[in-house]
């Protein structure tokens, strides 16, 4: 029985490197998967999920407007889909992950979508939530802050400085986020 996996984390936990490594676990056995990351993510370029470290693979757009399910049916056509892969899922809107959700429950296909959990502000992101509602299985993919603690707040940093207002989304890398602690996220800390 297929399920809704949502794995989150901070920034640097290694979330997309993760994806592309379950992705090449299923085409290596001969199997299709369709992986998806919003349009909005288009730092290295539109459509590629790209690790910190440098690996790179292909992936269908979703913009605010897209049906993912429908988007899904028309794949499955070509060749029988076996998982979907969601990066950046954060950013998904509540229709995508209900969308998600139709995939898992009616067609018993899975899905594993990753991101973030929270914002700079430490607020949830509109698919984050979704995400935390309708997920069966909700998995943590640990990293750590500065100071060896668990990070579990992403600070925003500008010109230097942490702040924590501002429009949520603002895309960026580690030049913009830093992964901290509660304690370091709390007191403002960004390094001894």
């Known amino acids: 029985m297929a399920q809704l996996y949502y794995r989150y984390s901070t920034m640097n936990a290694g979330k997309s490197i993760e994806l592309i490594k379950v992705a ?6 001969g199997k299709k998967v ?31 407007d897209t049906d993912i399910l429908a ?3 028309k ?10 892969l969601v990066d950046e899922c954060q950013f ?7 969308e998600l959700v139709e995939i898992v429950d009616s067609l018993d296909v899975p899905v ?12 949830l992101f509109e698919g984050s939530y979704y995400m935390l509602v309708y997920a069966d299985k909700i998995e943590e993919i640990k990293t ?13 940093v500008v010109d230097g400085k942490f702040v924590k207002q501002g429009v949520q989304i603002v895309v ?19 390094s001894e």
């Open 24 to 29: 090449h676990n299923y085409e290596e056995r």
């Open 34 to 64: 369709l992986a998806l990351m919003p349009g909005v993510d288009n730092r290295y370029g539109v459509g590629l999920i790209t690790s910190r470290i440098g690996i790179q693979r292909e992936a269908t757009v979703v913009n605010d």
């Open 71 to 73: 988007l899904f049916l």
């Open 75 to 84: 794949e499955n056509k070509e060749g029988k889909i076996h998982c979907v």
């Open 92 to 98: 998904l809107r509540k229709h995508h992950v209900q």
């Open 112 to 123: 594993l979508a990753y991101g973030l959990k929270n914002d700079f502000r430490n607020e």
């Open 144 to 156: 750590i802050c500065w100071c060896g603690r668990n990070a579990t707040m992403v600070a925003r």
């Open 172 to 190: 960026g890398g580690s030049e913009m986020y830093v992964s901290l602690c509660r304690k370091h996220y709390n007191d403002g800390r960004l």
